[in-house]
């Protein structure tokens, strides 16, 4: 517990300090956007270690896949991606939020990356309208799940957008983006809602994943949403790889799972 407090600390310190240089333009001097451009956080410091997820995903090999980056923040993850698929591969960037698809965009263009589409919605189990709630120092971690949602909108600097939701499913049908070879979902609580909502491509692609299991306060619901994604994913025929323990997951093992860890599924 005391640890998992420290991270949050750090996590919103990380965050408020970052709005101060959110217009600073420099090239990041380590991990994985190592020698990339990039406006506004603090990957100018060079003592910054690489996260687990980080080193996992620097040992992947994606050049000429189509990767889907869904929950793409200011495009970090969607820049490494676009330089590891190459020029042959492909990059979709999902973001609801429109001013963090602008800083995507900036980011792009600071490194004249040509193979990333950018997708201003949001992605679930059905298309609708949705509203996301975010905090407005720390944008990054908006959500439109319910649970997460009502959680944000309790401090004092929550706002709300009205966002656009469509499925995976719906999109390659209307042949709007290529099918995907490997999709990372960070999306705040919403992971089942956009497996659902690719069923048919997990069906008839089965393309690998990596999914961050948000965290929550509420742990009974946690806990059992966990239950569902490892369920859906085992059903569908997806061996789970739980990447800071190094270690296979299935039902009886998810309880080693702790928050805002990550799943490989292949």
């Given at each position: ?5 420290y ?6 310190l ?5 709005h ?8 990041v001097?380590?991990?994985?956007l190592?020698?990339l451009?990039?406006?506004g956080?603090?990957g100018?410091?060079p003592?910054?270690k ?9 040992n992947l090999?994606l050049e000429g896949?189509?990767?889907f980056?869904?929950?793409a923040?200011?495009?970090l993850?969607?820049m490494?991606?676009?330089r590891a698929?190459g020029?042959n591969?492909?990059v979709?960037?999902?973001?609801p939020?429109?001013?963090?698809c ?11 990356f040509d193979?990333?589409k950018?997708m201003q919605l949001a ?7 949705e509203?996301?709630?975010?905090p407005s120092?720390?944008p990054?971690v908006?959500?439109?799940e319910?649970?997460e949602?009502?959680?944000i909108l ?6 709300t957008?009205e966002v ?16 995907p070879?490997?999709?990372?979902i ?6 089942l ?7 048919n491509?997990?069906?008839r ?6 999914i961050?299991?948000?965290s929550?306060?509420?742990i009974n619901w ?5 239950q569902?994604i490892v369920?859906f ?6 061996s789970?790889y739980h990447?800071?323990s190094e ?8 309880h080693?799972?702790k928050?805002d860890e990550?799943l490989?599924?292949?």
């Amino acid at each position: 517990m005391l640890e998992r407090m420290y991270d949050l600390i750090r996590f919103h310190l990380y965050s408020m300090i970052s709005h101060y240089f959110e217009n600073q333009v420099y090239t990041v001097r380590c991990g994985l956007l190592k020698g990339l451009k990039r406006k506004g956080g603090l990957g100018f410091i060079p003592i910054m270690k690489m996260t687990e997820e980080e080193k996992f995903l620097a040992n992947l090999k994606l050049e000429g896949q189509t990767v889907f980056d869904v929950g793409a923040f200011t495009g970090l993850f969607t820049m490494f991606f676009a330089r590891a698929v190459g020029k042959n591969g492909k990059v979709i960037a999902f973001e609801p939020n429109p001013s963090l698809c602008f800083r995507i965009k900036e980011n792009l263009l600071l490194n004249k990356f040509d193979n990333v589409k950018i997708m201003q919605l949001a992605l679930g189990r059905e298309k609708k309208k949705e509203v996301l709630a975010f905090p407005s120092m720390i944008p990054g971690v908006g959500s439109i799940e319910e649970h997460e949602k009502a959680r944000i909108l309790k401090q004092r600097s929550a706002r709300t957008i009205e966002v656009d939701v469509d499925t995976i499913d719906n999109l390659i049908a209307a042949e709007k983006v290529p099918a995907p070879d490997f999709i990372k979902i960070d999306v705040q609580g919403a992971e089942l809602d956009v497996l659902i909502g690719a069923s048919n491509t997990i069906k008839r692609c089965k393309p690998k994943l990596l999914i961050e299991v948000h965290s929550i306060p509420y742990i009974n619901w946690k806990n059992k949403n966990l239950q569902r994604i490892v369920d859906f994913l085992t059903e569908k025929g997806y061996s789970l790889y739980h990447v800071e323990s190094e270690k296979k997951i299935n039902s009886d093992t998810i309880h080693t799972i702790k928050a805002d860890e990550h799943l490989y599924c292949f």
